[in-house]
């Protein structure tokens, strides 16, 4: 199994900047795609960014040029800078990796979800 923690959310005025990061850990053998995810109330859980092993990234529509993501492959993290949050941004982020492990096979792992408020 595979446990993301999650850290950095919180509340934030419009046009703030806030980090999440993710920190993956378990019996891994290799992680490949990692990224974000977020859920608003009443609403579907969207990808906002995801990254490769390789380092490519893709980016929803309504957040390209405001949100960064980043990995670490060495310590199995990743990482979400965003900035110029509005507050459509308001949703619980979640980590989501695509790993292998010693016990399992190739599958996606969630983390518990950090909550993201952006209001004045």
């Known amino acids: 199994q595979v446990q993301l923690v999650e850290s950095g959310g919180g509340l934030v005025q419009p046009g703030g900047s806030l980090r999440l990061s993710c920190a993956a850990s378990g019996r891994i053998i290799s992680i490949y795609a990692m990224g974000w995810y977020r859920q608003a109330p009443g609403k579907q859980r969207e990808l906002v960014a995801a990254i490769t092993s390789g380092g490519s990234t893709n980016y929803s529509d309504s957040v390209k040029g405001r949100f960064t993501i980043s990995r670490d492959n060495a310590k199995n993290t990743v990482s979400l800078q965003m900035n110029s949050l509005k507050p459509e941004d308001t949703a619980v982020y979640y980590c989501?990796?695509?790993?292998?492990?010693?016990?399992?096979?190739?599958?996606?792992?969630w983390g518990q979800g950090t909550q993201v408020t952006v209001s004045s």
């Open positions: 989501n990796v695509e790993a292998r492990t010693l016990v399992a096979d190739r599958g996606y792992y």
